[in-house]
């Protein structure tokens, strides 16, 4: 792909060798400029590089190049001068040149040097692109949910997003506990920094300690070199300790000292190191509890648990059961190129009505075996695995606040109608925002709004 290039220079000759030179050798498309008013006034056009004099007329080559990095300041600006004094050389790269090249120019040197600037270039657009799509993806926009409760969670969560309050997550397994604490991250005043997921549940103990603060060369057999750990990466971020209640006594203590002095020494060293991390923890234990058996610590409960977040089991958000059971099987006949219209009338009551006892992440992976093995239009209850379907059987369930037994079959509508009430209820009477919840159009949902005879004033 071509690329764009700034010249700046205002002598004719220079500028005309350096357009030919980068055009012929690279085939990239040139803009050329002979004073740094002209050319910021470009700036909109992004430019991939700018070769840029240091002795212009009117603003001089220092004083463009730093309204250059006020603009962007990863846009690489490559410093030309006939001055060769190492005191220029210097002044334009504390000022953030990519490199400087005295004239007369020599092309041989200068080549590498628009080269690797360039490359370089694109290397940074592309993770800036990966870190917003991060961004974005863990937004809460993006976190699928039209019940109330869940909605309570996130009005807890903006209320933490810029403050460094210690949040420990309370939640069974699969409710999408790291889901929040991302949310928590990405969305806050600390999203451009590391963001550090540690297991404490899935990493043996004896190894657990040097996971989280490093180890010293020799501090243990098999301790070949220093190893960094887990809070020194996260300095200036987030470290995410999911499963806290899983960790021994003697660690918790080393914990409660970096939450309490920000410091910690890694396994088989000396040396004090300061750190500076937002914690954020989560547990499907009640530490409560663990506390009055001994085995938590009481002090270290009180500082993680300075503001609790719960996240209620999907049994409980039954608001949320079908909006996720549709956003699943869309993700996934697109990610297996299947073509599927939907669930079947029976599937959709089976998906309703099973409690999900392993929670969102249950439900995904269950959706994604059933697209994969279905062979119709529709995903049917015989595409379920058996424990599904069979422990859906002789049971009450809630719907709407009343109790049926299994034998009554909710009708379709009636559950699409109250999908819908949900989505306007959470956004307040916004109906372009439910339709979008909802993955419906805008004239799905008023038809079926005024199918339903429901009035968003009442939301409001």
């Known amino acids: 792909m071509d690329k764009l290039v700034f010249i700046v220079d205002d002598e004719l000759a220079i500028s005309k060798l350096l357009s030919y030179w980068v055009r012929d050798k690279w085939n990239h498309k040139i803009e050329v400029f002979y004073n740094g008013e ?57 000022f953030g040149a990519y490199d400087y090249f005295p004239k007369p120019i020599e092309i041989q040197r200068l080549e590498p040097a628009v080269k690797n600037a360039i490359k370089n270039y694109d290397l940074v657009k592309e993770l800036q692109h990966v870190k917003e799509n991060v961004k974005q993806e863990y937004s809460f926009s993006n976190i699928v949910s039209a019940d109330g ?131 954020v923890s989560a547990t499907n234990r009640d530490l409560k509890k663990a506390v009055e058996q001994k085995e938590f610590r009481e002090d270290l409960y009180y500082r993680l648990n300075s503001f609790p977040i719960i996240i209620p089991p999907l049994r409980q958000r039954k608001g949320d059961v079908l909006v996720l059971a549709e956003y699943f099987i869309d993700l996934f006949k697109k990610k297996l190129h299947k073509e599927l219209k939907g669930f079947s009338k029976k599937a ?6 099973y409690d999900w006892p392993g929670n969102v992440r249950e439900m995904e992976n269950t959706i994604e075996r059933c697209v994969i093995i279905s062979e119709g239009d529709y995903i049917d209850v015989d595409d379920f695995p058996m424990h599904i379907r069979a422990g859906s059987e002789n049971k009450k369930i809630e719907f709407n606040g009343s109790f049926f037994d299994e034998s009554v079959i909710i009708p379709f509508e009636k559950i699409k109608e109250e999908a819908i009430r949900h989505a306007l209820k959470v956004t307040k009477g916004n109906i372009m925002e439910a339709a979008q919840r909802l993955d419906l159009g805008r004239a799905t949902i008023y038809r079926l709004m005024e199918k339903f005879k429901i009035n968003p004033e009442e939301f409001e």
């Open 38 to 94: 002209d050319m910021l006034k470009k700036l909109n056009l992004k430019p991939d590089l700018i070769l840029l004099d240091i002795m212009l007329p009117g603003l001089d080559g220092i004083e463009t190049l730093k309204r250059v990095k006020q603009f962007d300041e990863n846009l690489p600006v490559i410093m030309l001068s006939a001055q060769g004094r190492i005191e220029v050389a210097l002044e334009s790269l504390r």
């Open 149 to 279: 409760k869940m909605q309570d969670v996130f009005k807890l969560v903006s209320k933490v997003l810029n403050n460094d309050i210690t949040v420990l997550i309370y939640g069974e397994s699969g409710t999408g506990k790291e889901l929040i604490a991302r949310a928590i991250h990405y969305n806050g005043n600390r999203k451009d920094k590391p963001f550090v997921v540690v297991n404490c549940a899935s990493i043996p103990r004896e190894l657990l300690e040097s996971e989280l603060f490093g180890h010293e060369k020799g501090a243990f057999t098999g301790a070949h070199q220093r190893k960094l750990g887990k809070f020194e990466i996260a300095n200036d971020g987030t470290i995410f300790l999911d499963e806290v209640g899983e960790l021994e006594m003697t660690l918790q203590a080393k914990l409660l000292r970096v939450i309490q002095e920000k410091e910690f020494e890694r396994v088989g060293g000396n040396e004090l190191i300061k750190t500076d991390v937002r914690i």
């Open 348 to 353: 959709l009551k089976l998906v309703y009505e």
